[in-house]
């Protein structure tokens, strides 16, 4: 064989190994490329849950305020204005009360690039419970004080449900969407609520948390507040009161069109308070129904909470020396759970 020639079986032999790495190479890399392309695609969805309960629990919304009118909102978001490191009951509150906002509808829509979601939503809970044992006369019993963890909730306070962008509240619609989706994905956060309600003047009949928060120093005794109710008319109110560990009754009467309004505060132990006001108005000294406690190495847990209403006119509830100065917001535990999935 002279030089620089080959056999043509040698070239044969080469051009067919040449041929099958380059089938392997390229084999290999569509494999790759579609490993990737499903990682990439994993990993952008996995992202879509985390970045929606993250602006949600780290962006105060805009405006900041929001929550005081809904109609304002560009882009939702619960987290406090006044601390960096909490959430706000308020706005959280709002959200729920107002889900069939267009403007908070379309916002959490956004955040979760349309698609399917359930937001369940577990608040811990604190409870007054009373017993009504008899309305003529009137007689209240406080039964006992409940707390409960949200870690300790089976089931969520709040849920909050899109589907194909429409509100659901059906479980069995819920569920059944789950299981048919092509993927689904799962987060929760655990945060903390700065809880602080309070109204300098508030109709009752529109809320059923009327006050909520912390007492740092005692109520001055000369600070009061007063509960007003129709002219007219006869009737009572029921407020569930908790006063640092212990639960209360406050009870408004009106016997008669005619009569005067009396308010009466009742303990767990069964001592009574009473008041006497006019035809519409009777005036309670806030020390009365939150009592003195050591101010230098504790703090106070208070709430009220509307328990029966049978006045069909307005109520008004007015605080009369600023007891909002000196009520802080509550922390609290609360949990997100967070499921995403596309049909």
């Known amino acids: 064989m002279r030089r620089a020639q080959i056999f043509s079986l040698d070239a044969l032999l080469s051009m067919v190994l040449v041929i099958m790495v380059l089938g392997v190479v390229l084999n290999t890399s569509e494999t790759i490329t579609t490993e990737i392309t499903d990682l990439v695609g ?30 304002t909102l560009k882009s939702i978001g619960l987290r406090s204005n006044e601390y960096a490191y909490a959430d706000d009951y308020i706005k959280l509150i709002t959200l729920v009360k107002n889900i069939n906002s267009s403007n908070i509808r379309s916002s ?16 811990t809970n604190i409870s007054v419970d009373l017993n009504v044992i008899s309305t003529s006369p ?8 409940s707390y409960v963890y949200a870690s300790n909730l089976s089931k969520p306070t709040f849920n909050i449900t899109f589907i194909n962008g429409s509100l659901v509240t059906n479980e069995g619609i819920i569920n059944s969407s789950k299981s048919n989706a092509r993927w689904i994905l799962y987060q929760h956060k655990n945060i903390i609520l ?12 529109q809320h059923h948390e009327i006050l909520s928060g912390i007492l740092k120093n005692n109520v001055p005794p000369y600070s009061m507040f007063e509960i007003d109710v129709p002219l007219n008319e006869a009737g009572h109110i029921i407020f569930s009161v908790l006063d640092g560990n212990q639960g209360k009754a ?8 005619t009569s005067n309004v009396n308010a009466t505060i009742i303990t767990e132990n069964n001592s009574v308070i009473s008041y006497v006001g006019n035809l519409t108005t009777v005036a309670i000294p806030w ?38 100065v000196i009520l802080g917001p509550r922390l609290e535990p609360a ?5 995403m999935w596309e049909p």
């Not at 959490?108 to 608040?123: G, M, V």
């Not at 700065?194 to 009949?205: D, E, F, H, K, L």
């Not at 009592?291 to 109520?315: A, C, H, L, P």
């Not at 949990?335 to 499921?339: D, E, R, S, V, Y």
């Open 194 to 205: 700065a809880r602080r309600v309070y109204y300098a003047q508030v109709n009752i009949s």
């Open 108 to 123: 959490l829509l956004n955040l979760s690039s349309h698609r399917n979601f359930q937001l369940n939503i577990y608040l």
């Open 287 to 324: 020390s009365s129904l939150f009592e003195e406690f050591n101010s230098e190495n504790t703090i106070k847990i208070v709430n009220i909470w509307v328990y029966e209403n049978t006045f069909t006119g307005t109520v008004i509830m007015r605080d009369l020396n600023g007891l909002g």
């Open 250 to 257: 406050l009870v408004i009467q009106k016997k008669s069109a």
């Open 138 to 145: 009137l007689n209240v019993q406080v039964v006992n004080v």
């Open 335 to 339: 949990i997100l759970k967070l499921w």
């Open 42 to 71: 994993w990993y952008n969805r996995a992202n879509l849950a985390n970045n929606m309960l993250d602006v949600l629990t780290k962006s105060p919304g805009e405006p900041e305020n929001w929550e005081l009118n809904v109609s």
